[in-house]
């Protein structure tokens, strides 16, 4: 199993930057897809990006402002301009990948169905 624990979540102002942590633990994850996704009250969970092996892959309505990166046990999301509409619990998710396509097409087509979760961490803009 994996665990997953998401960390810097806060209440920001328009235009602020953010940086969100994930720190795994567990089995290995060498060949995971990991991603970060949000969710609103009321609407669907969204991917925003996705890494495997140091490639990423970002949701066109986050492209230009949002970095996902990764440094041996933890996963980072770079947040720059935020907006009232970036307001969301964010999560970070793994998924077991042969490659990096998978982690390309879920995230494009909108699949959600990765395998580990954490608690998730809110991120509120005004």
């Known amino acids: 199993d994996v665990q997953l624990v998401e960390s810097g979540g806060a209440s920001v102002q328009a235009g602020d930057s953010l940086t969100l942590t994930c720190v795994a633990s567990?089995?290995?994850?060498?060949?995971?897809?990991m991603g970060w996704f949000r969710e609103v009250p009321g609407k669907e969970l969204e991917g925003v990006a996705t890494?495997?092996?140091?490639a990423t892959v970002y949701a066109d309505s986050v492209k230009g402002r949002l970095t996902i990166s990764r440094e041996g046990a933890s996963l980072y999301l770079q947040m720059n301009n935020l907006q009232p509409e970036d307001t969301a619990r964010y999560y970070c998710a793994a998924y077991a990948a042969r490659d990096g396509s998978v982690c390309e097409y879920k995230i494009h087509t909108g699949q959600t169905d990765y395998t580990y979760w954490g608690q998730g961490t809110q991120v509120t803009v005004s």
């Open positions: 567990g089995q290995t994850y060498s060949s995971f897809c």
């Open positions: 890494i495997y092996n140091g």
